[in-house]
């Protein structure tokens, strides 16, 4: 990496790791998802005969981080328009696509963080819960597959975010977006048009975390990755090609 793009890069995560929004909306997933853990732990009337298939449903409820971590994705992008910060990037930066570039990795990396957090968590809330029931984790080779799972799901969540924050620049319009979309627009078209839902970015992230069960439309897991990659992909053009010839 030439180093003026590798300053950018450093500038890029010195942000993220100073800023509120990444430890907030972190500890603000994690809890989402000892909360929904829990809930499934002792919501099964017999946690020691449900074995593998619980502790895969505990491991795949990590996956709800991904919405924070799109979250975090475009407020990384979204502040710096809110701020005005954004045209002083542009000024010391070698272009507004190596602005773009350094922001995607820097949100991809964070996603990571929130997906590996999400795995630990879930692995630890997993095991207090099972232990106050006198049952046990059941760690196989299928739970890992949900973990990496989990992992490449909020890998991808991040940049997606980040790229919509490039196209929207509005961070109260892209949260709110976001949330309502993540939350209630899901749902219904999920549910109304499954059809349709099972090959946008929703409908995808179901079918790599192998849930099947809650959509039961989704595609195999490999086209998942594929359709998460490719969306995470046309948005992040729209916003290079939209970031490039906006005023600033």
């Not at 630890?124 to 597959?145: I, K, P, Q």
Request: with cysteine; hydrophobic share 60%; charged share 10%.
């Amino acid at each position: 990496m030439p180093e003026v793009l590798r300053n950018q890069f450093s500038a890029e995560l010195l942000k993220a790791r100073t800023g509120a929004a990444l430890p907030v909306l972190l500890l603000v997933a994690l809890a989402f998802c000892a909360l929904g853990q829990f809930g499934v732990v002792y919501a099964e009337s017999d946690p020691s005969a449900a074995g593998a298939a619980l502790t895969e449903r505990i491991v795949r409820l990590g996956g709800s981080a991904a919405l924070f971590a799109t979250l975090f994705g475009a407020l990384h992008v979204t502040g710096e328009f809110s701020s005005g910060s954004i045209g002083r990037t542009v000024l010391y930066a070698p272009g507004r696509s190596a602005v773009v570039a350094a922001k995607l990795l820097t949100a991809t990396l964070a996603g990571l963080v929130f997906g590996l957090a999400a795995v630990v968590c879930s692995l630890a809330v997993g095991y207090a819960a099972l232990a106050a029931e006198d049952a046990a984790l059941a760690l196989g080779g299928s739970t890992w597959a949900t973990a990496a799972a989990v992992l490449a799901v909020c890998a991808l969540a991040a940049p997606w975010g980040a790229a919509i924050g490039f196209v929207v620049r509005n961070r109260l319009g892209a949260v709110l977006g976001l949330v309502v979309w993540g939350t209630l627009g899901q749902i219904l078209v999920l549910g109304q048009l499954p059809e349709v839902g099972r090959f946008l970015p929703e409908g995808a992230q179901f079918a790599v975390l192998g849930d099947s069960t809650a959509f039961p439309h989704a595609v195999a897991a490999p086209y998942g990755l594929l359709l998460l990659v490719a969306w995470a992909a046309a948005v992040a053009l729209a916003g290079v090609r939209l970031f490039g010839r906006r005023d600033i």
